[in-house]
């Protein structure tokens, strides 16, 4: 339910916030709307012309007796005319949806930029894993905003006013007809959006919900035939949806009532300018042509207005949009970068210390309460203990992908605080707990953490991780993509994959985070010898809860509850 | 001949699924076309009213031309309210029923039917296409409907008026109306088709720098990440800006068709006023009653991409839901056996289009009141031998009997509710704890329900909370740990009175005490005369069991300590 967060009382002011922070946060943004206020006013001068010049041809042919040579031009006119309504209209879509593509494209990178080098790995992060991943799917939601809600804002704000300041020299009882409904108008789309926006999100929320319930059914159908009762859960499909349906109707029988009185609106403003103007005519207060311009305008002004209220919903879900994105943005850095960092220490041949360490979760229990740990150069530690107990959080402070609440990170002397926190990761080659896969080939993949490195060097890293098997079962060998799109690899051969990537690395502290999970025993046994390979020569810590990996390690230390601890041989 | 024309396509055969539904539909296509012609009506009067308010007539000869007017603006807005509602009720009855429907052709399907490691992923895709089908009468099949029945009305009117307008009326609709929907239909796939790969691409792009950062930046290469995923976006805004030139060109068309209509219909009447064909006070109401036709016409670009979508959704649904079945349930049923073993005899198993047979001439027998391990390395058959166990696949050669009965003479859900399955990565449906478990036997009260989470494990636990049973345990159960939702899927089995028991994997994902612990109580359900069958790649304790098997070759093995 993070997406629906409370928005109550603030939520416009929030959503004009949002509005006032897209259009200033780029240049490209800014041009968008420069060249669609632009043609909006091209719009909106053949309206108003298109609506003379036909006045003045049936105005002339109908009273004044003009013959057909009379009107021709203007015919031709009216003709040009309209083929430059298509065109400006044209012009109006491709810019709206141009200017889309490259507003979004900057935010798309800002986004990538903002998640790579501030807060690597934040869908992992099971804080923000749920914000990341609805702020990525966001991005397409926010395309129909500047794509579509936007413009139709433009030509909301250009074309009524212009038509008024037209319709003033001819008749001011009709422009104040008009000046009167189409403020209207827009005091009731704004009523409607204050009013109906918590119910219209509630609405969309049960309907969500409701759609999760069917979800639901489907995802948990083999659970549910496993224990006979998919015939008769099947029922409350019938059921929940029936008394959803009530209760919304009721609700939108309500709802709807506020678009009814835009609508009447609308149309009673065209009906009484018409009567005025008739009335007008017939007491020779006015002229045919200027009538006729008048009426052939009115609807022309409330057009945009009410297309604008259509397009309500593309504008309350780009906003939801742009807000998640925003909150993911806005998130600071997970590490300080400091501003003069000092040369990075060499973990080789320096121990790496941590000190007093607390780690909390923002808002949560603490997982790490004052933890002092040493590795020594060279040595291979193993961490072992329950699940849920910091391991796997003790790994991510010493790669710096997360900040200490307390406590300093040392490596010979040098605090890591004043280290650039991507300089001091180059040090470290790691298999985390659960690798991603990316899509590329197999080759690309091993050579995650050195790209340079020889083929000679990869049919080694190969051979010790027991990828042989199936690099020789893939038709293009090493050269088969893998990953989203390409062969999909079971969590073994993804284990199996990240240990040859840390066997392949130069870096001279290796940090292990579970590295046989999900494996059965034998390939446990077969992968212990690469691990053990991995770790020699290097500085070592592998946490694991089996006894497999870390049989061969020098000491071993408990996380639990009660802090670290050495533990004792059996 | 209706019918046999919407059989031909997915979108069609939708349609005919709800045909319950179509006078619901006319109602709402009624008031669609009222609607249209409401605001028709009240243009062409106001053309109508001042045209003859300036030949100076009396005023009360003006009379029924204002109320005309006012009572089309009037009518008008409350004929769209009526449609709105009723469309939209139409649209939340059709999800309804299509929602029912899919349903229920989706249960024998599932699991053998809809095999493959994508599995999730395809029925999250599933019920998003069945969702997408709420618009079919909406935003596809309504605006065709109403659009013809308007056009036919709005021409008949402008031929009594002046024959030639309605014929030139008609020809601009007929552009206005196929022309501009057919170029924004083109424009839409096309873009759409050169526009998915770079999407799709980007989008993997973005999911991997989410997933995969952490790894991305401890080997400092964000910058080649960084330069793909521009490269990518690029490319993708390079395919976005050429193809808005083109959906802008539809889009223009459609605007230009519908102001030229007025134009020509004008142009075309001017010449009947002068030779004095057509009353001059008539000439006003041709191009406005032209403008209020156009309405009806201008959602039909729109209609044209949702007919498009929504009938790839109706494909893609049908591409699951008319997977053959791969089990069914007898036609004379034989009772249900009071008791007995379970027996695999000469069983042969393969995956349909696997080369492998995962069982060959495999024999094995589960008695009540044993406790059987069954090992193996992964991918070798284990679950497979549970889905057989409990029919959700039917094997090739040979048999498996229960109390002697061949399982396939047997009904499906009887035969479930004897023998019971716990699968693998049992699914958390989002409601209580309480409702999860008592799915293992709808009728059973609180107390068993407790007793049941007791069983395996779950006291202490169910105590700490606040709201004990009735806690809930969120989406797929986002709010409980791996090993709590293994306990609760046990004591779904545990509540049931069936007389074999498999548990498929219950140990995984967690720790080493854990797991015994858990092991301990899916063991002790023996002793109340049950046979159970744990499958699993661990066993935390080997002489709790009665035997252990070894699952190799196709082949059940004894495995002797």
Redesign the interface.
């Known amino acids: 339910m993070a997406l629906g967060r409370t928005r109550a009382p603030g939520a416009s002011r929030q959503a004009r916030e949002t509005q006032r922070r897209l259009a200033r946060s780029s240049r490209v943004a800014r041009n968008h709307l420069i060249v669609t206020v632009g043609l909006g006013f091209a719009q909106a001068v053949l309206i108003i012309a298109q609506a003379t010049l036909l006045a003045k041809v049936i105005a002339g042919v109908f009273m004044d007796g003009d013959s057909f040579s009379d009107v021709a031009p203007w015919l031709i006119w009216l003709g040009v005319i309209s083929v430059g309504r298509g065109l400006a209209a044209a012009g109006f879509e491709s810019a709206g949806r141009f200017g889309a593509a490259r507003v979004m494209s900057e935010l798309r990178e800002k986004l990538s930029r903002h998640l790579l080098l501030n807060r690597p790995g934040a869908l992992q992060d099971e804080q923000s894993g749920d914000l990341v991943s609805s702020a990525i799917d966001g991005v397409a939601a926010l395309e129909n905003y500047f794509a579509r809600y936007l413009p139709q804002m433009v030509l909301a704000a250009i074309v009524p006013i212009a038509v008024l300041v037209w319709v003033v020299q001819y008749n001011w009882i009709s422009a104040a007809i008009l000046a009167v409904t189409a403020p209207l108008i827009i005091i009731f789309m704004i009523l409607i959006g204050l009013l109906t926006e918590q119910r219209t999100r509630k609405r969309w929320e049960r309907m969500s919900r409701l759609s999760s319930h069917f979800l639901d059914l489907v995802g948990g159908l083999a659970t549910l035939r496993a224990n006979s009762q998919a015939e008769s859960q099947s029922g409350s499909i019938r059921t929940v949806g029936e008394e959803y349906r009530r209760e919304t109707m009721g609700a939108l029988r309500i709802g709807f009532l506020s678009s009814l009185v835009l609508e009447l609106l609308a149309m009673l403003g065209v009906a009484m300018v018409a009567t005025a103007i008739g009335i007008q005519l017939a007491g020779g207060h006015m002229e045919l042509v200027a009538g006729l311009t008048v009426l052939l305008l009115a609807p022309e002004l409330y057009m945009p207005l009410r297309q604008l209220g259509a397009q309500f919903h593309a504008s309350a879900d780009g906003m939801a949009a742009a807000e998640r994105i925003f909150e993911v943005i806005d998130q600071p850095a997970a590490v300080t970068s400091p501003e003069t960092p000092v040369p990075v220490p060499d973990p080789a041949r320096r121990s790496v210390a941590m000190d007093g360490i607390s780690y909390a979760w923002p808002g949560r229990e603490r997982v790490l309460d004052k933890v002092d740990l040493e590795l020594m150069p060279g040595e291979t530690v193993a961490l072992v203990g329950p699940s849920g107990g910091g391991k796997t959080t003790l790994a991510n402070l010493l790669l710096r992908l997360a900040e200490p609440t307390e406590g300093t990170i040392t490596c010979g002397g040098t605090d890591l605080a004043s280290v650039d926190p991507r300089d001091w990761r180059r040090q470290i080659a790691w298999v985390p707990q659960r690798p991603t896969i990316f899509s590329a080939t197999l080759a690309d993949n091993l050579r995650l953490f050195n790209p340079g490195a020889s083929d000679q060097d990869v049919a080694v890293a190969v051979g010790t991780a027991a990828l042989g098997e199936l690099v020789g079962s893939l038709p293009e060998g090493l050269d088969t993509l893998v990953g989203e799109g390409g062969r999909r690899l079971s969590a073994g051969q993804t284990q199996r994959i990240a240990l040859a990537r840390a066997l392949l690395s130069e870096a001279p502290l290796l940090i292990l985070d579970e590295p046989t999970a999900h494996l059965d025993h034998e390939t446990e046994v077969e992968l212990a010898a690469a691990i053990n390979d991995a770790a020699a020569d290097r500085t070592a810590l592998i946490i694991s809860h089996r006894e497999e990996p870390i049989a061969r390690a020098d000491r071993t230390l408990v996380l639990d509850e009660h802090g670290l601890r050495e533990r004792v041989a059996a | 001949m209706i019918t046999a024309r919407l059989q031909r396509t997915p979108l069609g055969r939708a349609a005919l699924a709800t045909r319950n539904r179509w006078r619901l539909f006319g109602l709402s296509v009624f008031l669609a076309v009222a609607t249209v012609l409401a ?1 028709v009506g ?2 062409t ?3 109508y ?6 030949q ?2 009396e ?1 009360l000869s ?1 009379t029924v ?2 109320v005309g ?2 009572f ?3 009518s ?3 004929l ?2 009526g449609e ?2 009723s469309s ?2 139409l649209a ?2 059709t ?2 029923d299509l ?2 429907r899919f ?2 052709r ?2 024998p399907l ?2 053998a039917g809809v095999d493959g ?1 994508r599995r ?1 992923d395809l ?2 895709r ?2 998003g296409d ?2 997408r089908l709420q618009d079919l009468y909406l935003r596809a099949l309504s605006p065709p409907i109403v659009a013809l029945v308007c056009s036919a009305f709005c021409v008949a009117l402008a031929s009594i008026i002046l024959p030639v307008a309605g014929l030139v009326l008609a020809l601009m609709m007929l552009l206005g109306g196929v022309l501009a929907p057919y170029a924004t239909r083109r424009a839409a796939r096309h873009a759409g088709r050169r526009q998915a790969a770079a999407r ?1 691409r ?21 910058d ?3 330069a793909l ?2 490269a990518d ?2 490319e ?2 390079s395919l ?2 050429k ?3 083109s ?3 539809a ?7 519908a ?2 209509a ?2 020509a219909v ?2 075309a009447a ?2 009947a ?2 030779s004095g064909e057509l009353n ?2 008539l ?2 109401a041709l ?2 009653l032209t ?1 209020g036709a156009f309405e009806a016409i201008m959602p039909l670009s729109q209609a044209a991409a949702v007919i498009d979508a929504t009938d790839e959704a109706a494909g893609r649904i049908e591409e699951v839901t008319e997977r053959p079945v791969p089990v069914v349930d007898p036609e004379f049923p034989h009772q249900l056996p009071a008791g007995g073993s379970i027996r695999l005899e000469g069983v042969d198993f393969r995956y349909p289009g696997g080369d492998r047979l995962l069982l060959e001439r495999a024999n094995l027998e589960i008695r009540p009141g044993e406790a059987v391990a069954l090992t193996g ?3 070798i058959g284990k679950s497979t031998l549970a889905e057989l166990l ?1 029919r ?1 696949r039917d094997v090739d050669e040979g048999s498996i009997t229960f109390g002697g009965v061949d399982i396939r003479e047997l009904e ?3 035969l ?2 004897a023998v ?4 693998q990565d ?5 409601t209580t704890i309480a409702e999860n478990v008592k ?2 036997r ?1 009728e059973a009260d609180r107390e068993r329900i407790v007793e049941a989470l007791a069983e395996a494990g779950l006291e202490d636990w169910i105590n700490s909370l606040p709201e004990g049973i009735d806690s809930p345990v969120g ?2 159960g986002a709010k409980i ?1 791996g090993g709590q939702r293994q306990r609760i899927a046990a004591a ?1 089995v545990f509540l ?1 009175r069936a007389r074999f028991l498999i548990f498929d994997e219950p140990t ?1 994902h967690l ?3 854990g797991a015994a612990a858990l092991e301990r109580c899916l063991v002790g359900r023996r002793n109340q005369g049950c046979g159970i069958l744990v499958i699993t ?2 066993i935390a304790d080997p002489d709790s069991f009665d035997r252990i098997l070894r699952l190799g070759n196709g082949r059940f093995h004894e495995v002797l300590d």
């Not at chain 2, 995969?212 to 290469?221: L, M, Q």
């Not at chain 2, 889009?251 to 068709?257: D, H, K, N, P, S």
């Not at chain 2, 049992?426 to 989002?430: C, E, H, P, Q, S």
């Open positions: 605001a009240l243009l009067a106001s053309g009213l001042i045209s003859r308010a300036a100076r007539p005023i003006l031309a204002i007017v006012r089309f603006g009037i008008r807005a409350l769209r309210y709105r509602l939209h009720d939340f009855r999800l309804t929602r029912d349903f229920q989706l249960i599932v699991p490691s999730a029925m999250s599933f019920v069945v969702d799709g980007l989008a993997g792009d973005l999911h991997e720098i989410a997933v995969g950062g952490a790894e991305i930046a401890v080997a400092g290469r964000e080649d990440w960084l995923t521009s976006d690029g993708l805004v976005q800006q193809d808005a030139m959906e802008g060109l889009e223009g068309l459609g605007t230009m068709f102001v030229g007025a134009v004008t142009a001017v010449p006023v002068i001059g006070v000439l006003a191009p406005l403008m390395p992964s991918g409990v959700f499906q859900d009887k479930r509710d019971r399955l716990a699968p049992a699914y958390m449906f989002n799915l293992g709808p989406e797929d740990s779904r049931s995984a720790d080493p005490e790649h661990t």
